[in-house]
């Protein structure tokens, strides 16, 4: 991979025709060493926000042991690349092969559930196993999160104690996990969660061993500027501190976006314009799904074919992508100089959660081989940027 000094320098040199992804492995780093240092518990990296073998190994090395995985295909990966690795399989809903092969095959000893059928699978799969760490899922509000996943997963209200006491008689160690949705805004999102924990507790009168306040941790974007991530750690600790659990009960958290979103960005070429509407060679088809399906805005700056930035006032623009799709459309507005024009670049910043996870190759599209770069990314919720002269990332670069 190569390496390149900052995103200006790439654009300078290369000129793509492609798309090409730029990584910052000194931000993963630094996010996953502020989780690790600071977080009260364990963290767990949600691998589906991105599950870039060189990610996952930078995240290792900064002090991230603990991996939450969604399918059997990330036990498998995880298990590849980290081999030391505690793998949690936190998807509620899994197939009994899936389950036998991620505890038989590759040491998994953690799972999540929300209901009866659930647990009845885990414990067929597992040949009635004794040592287990079962994590009960219950449905919270995902009305301070940006996007809602409160829809899908979580027992009802009305479940919770009948489960937690069935799970409670089978787990070696029995835990409450939930999930206020994507980028929640606020720290109270985990406090009022956190009562529908303790009401949980009351009513099934179980011991609980962990709790599990999933994801939901914010990153920066246009337009969605969340408090310090040590508030919400402070009133999860806060909140964990008063539950009625054992005294040796562990904390947990799933953060994915919070860890590897200023991982990465992506330099565009605009190929067209026409009006306020930019037509660039990346889309909804390929790193920018959200843009184009939720309405993400995304930072992004631009610059010309020597790396300079365009100069101009200000602007809104759309984006349309490379396919032949109506719906390859960014409606934004993502704000640029109004002289921007063909031949010029976009770096479109944030993209390292979810945007270099959900690619396709739809339509025959191609995306660029990604390079390295040491410069700091477009935002940062991480107080004070760390200098980076490079020679720590030149030497991934050329391992």
């Known amino acids: 991979m190569q390496y390149y000094p900052d995103a200006a320098s790439v654009v300078a040199d290369l000129r793509p025709d492609e798309s090409v992804t730029l990584i910052r492995q000194h931000a993963a780093q630094r996010a996953a060493r502020?989780?690790?240092?600071?977080?009260?518990?364990?963290?767990?990296?949600?691998?589906k926000a991105n599950p870039s073998p060189d990610?996952?190994?930078?995240?290792?090395?900064?002090?991230?042991?603990?991996y939450d995985v969604a399918s059997i295909g990330e036990v498998r990966l995880v298990r590849q690349i980290l081999p030391e690795a505690v793998l949690c399989y936190m998807h509620p809903v899994k197939s009994e092969r899936a389950i036998a092969e991620a505890y038989h095959q590759h040491g998994v000893r953690a799972f999540s559930l929300d209901t009866h059928e659930e647990l009845g699978k885990i414990a067929?799969?597992?040949?009635?196993?004794?040592?287990?760490?079962?994590g009960v899922r219950?449905?919270?509000?995902?009305?301070?999160?940006?996007?809602?996943?409160?829809?899908?997963?979580?027992?009802e209200a009305e479940e919770v104690a009948s489960l937690l006491m069935a799970t409670r008689q089978f787990a070696q160690r029995l835990?409450?996990?939930?999930?206020?949705?994507?980028?929640?805004?606020?720290?109270?999102?985990?406090?009022?969660?956190?009562?529908?924990?303790?009401?949980?507790?009351?009513?099934a009168s179980v011991t609980v061993d962990i709790v599990n306040v999933g994801g939901g941790f914010p990153s920066v974007y246009p337009g969605m500027t969340p408090p310090a991530l040590e508030s919400y750690f402070q009133l999860i600790h806060d909140s964990f501190d008063d539950l009625p659990i054992s005294y040796s009960a562990e904390l947990w958290c799933e953060p994915g976006r919070a860890l590897c979103a200023e991982y990465a960005s992506l330099i565009v070429c605009v190929e067209k314009r026409r009006g306020s509407e930019?037509?660039?060679?990346?889309?909804?088809y390929g790193s920018l799904f959200d843009a184009a399906h939720i309405d993400w805005r995304f930072p992004v700056r631009a610059l010309n074919c020597d790396g300079e930035p365009v100069a101009g006032e200000s602007a809104n623009f759309s984006f349309y992508g490379p396919t032949c799709d109506d719906l390859d459309h960014m409606k934004g507005p993502f704000l640029l100089p109004a002289t921007i024009r063909a031949g010029d670049y976009i770096e479109i910043g944030m993209l390292g959660a979810y945007g270099c996870a959900m690619r396709t190759g739809f339509n025959g599209i191609q995306t660029g081989e990604p390079v390295m770069v040491g410069d700091e990314p477009m935002e940062t919720l991480y107080a004070q940027p760390v200098a980076n002269?490079?020679?720590?990332?030149?030497l991934a670069a050329k391992a």
Not at 34 to 47: I, R, T, W
């Open 278 to 284: 930019l037509y660039i060679n990346d889309g909804a």
């Open 175 to 203: 835990g409450i996990c939930f999930h206020v949705g994507s980028q929640a805004m606020t720290p109270a999102a985990y406090a009022e969660a956190m009562e529908s924990v303790r009401a949980a507790i009351v009513a």
């Open 389 to 394: 002269d490079g020679n720590a990332v030149r």
């Open 124 to 134: 067929r799969a597992t040949d009635n196993a004794d040592d287990l760490d079962l």
């Open 34 to 47: 502020f989780f690790a240092e600071k977080f009260p518990g364990k963290s767990l990296y949600a691998v």
């Open 138 to 155: 219950i449905r919270v509000s995902s009305e301070h999160a940006k996007l809602s996943l409160a829809a899908k997963f979580g027992a």
């Open 55 to 66: 990610l996952l190994r930078s995240l290792w090395d900064a002090g991230i042991t603990h």
